[in-house]
T-cell receptor
Framework: ETGVTQTPRHLVMGMTNKKSLKCEQH?????MYWYKQSAKKPLELMFVYNFKEQTENNSVPSRFSPECPNSSHLFLHLHTLQPEDSALYLC?????????????FGPGTRLTVT | GQQLNQSPQSMFIQEGEDVSMNCTSSSIFNTWLWYKQDPGEGPVLLIALYKAGELTSNGRLTAQFGITRKDSFLNISASIPSDVGIYFC????????????FGKGTKLTVNP
């Protein structure tokens, strides 16, 4: 079983809704990441947190708002999304941000925006 | 920006056949990684390569870090049905930045 869990696994939301994705890692890591995976496109890094501090925002629209209250938990708050935001959102963690090549992925949340 | 060209996009093979896929780039990478993603799951790291020319095996999987540092390939020998999935390459540039550049993936189907 992966040490990174994500909830919910599936989410359908309207464009005016507000929802949150949750990620939890049980590996004792200090870095956590949000990725977006769209069909037929490479994984896109969205945000990086290292020791609870955001160290990377890859030009992500403000309708996506991350939160990292501690090294084990990462949230992605969603509001006024667009249909093109429908994708698989993957969380990952690694011991620290410099060790991105040793990151572990969660199973993802399949998001559909209607 | 940096891009990885991964090919083929998809493969349909018979059980027992060998498989080869590769990634190329115009940029130099310091690290090459190969992941597999099963349906409904996140990617899982298969092999990591850290040195130009390095050849590394993991069971029936073998991967090589190209000598020019701009490419890598993954071979799967004697494929079995559970090899089905999407295989991704990823590269990390020099300087150990926090970013990985991913390929678009190769979708593998194995017919029993």
């Amino acid at each position: 079983e992966t040490g990174v869990t994500q909830t919910p696994r599936h989410l359908v939301m309207g464009m005016t809704n507000k929802k949150s994705l949750k990620c939890e890692q049980h590996l004792g890591h200090n870095a956590m990441y949000w990725y977006k995976q769209s069909a037929k496109k490479p994984l896109e890094l969205m945000f990086v947190y290292n020791f609870k501090e955001q160290t990377e925002n890859n030009s992500v629209p403000s309708r996506f708002s991350p939160e990292c209250p501690n090294s084990s938990h990462l949230f992605l708050h969603l509001h006024t999304l667009q249909p093109e935001d429908s994708a698989l959102y993957l969380c990952a963690s690694s011991h620290e941000a410099g060790l991105i090549n040793e990151q572990y992925f969660g199973p993802g949340t399949r998001l559909t925006v209607t | 920006g940096q891009q990885l060209n991964q090919s083929p996009q998809s493969m349909f093979i018979q059980e027992g056949e060998d498989v080869s896929m590769n990634c190329t780039s115009s940029s130099i990478f310091n690290t090459w990684l190969w992941y597999k993603q099963d349906p409904g799951e996140g990617p899982v790291l298969l092999i990591a390569l850290y040195k130009a020319g390095e050849l590394t095996s993991n069971g029936r999987l073998t991967a090589q870090f190209g000598i020019t540092r701009k490419d890598s390939f993954l071979n799967i020998s004697a494929s079995i049905p559970s090899d089905v999935g999407i295989y991704f390459c990823a590269g990390q540039t020099q300087g150990g930045s926090e970013k990985l550049v991913f390929g678009k993936g190769t979708k593998l189907t194995v017919n029993p």
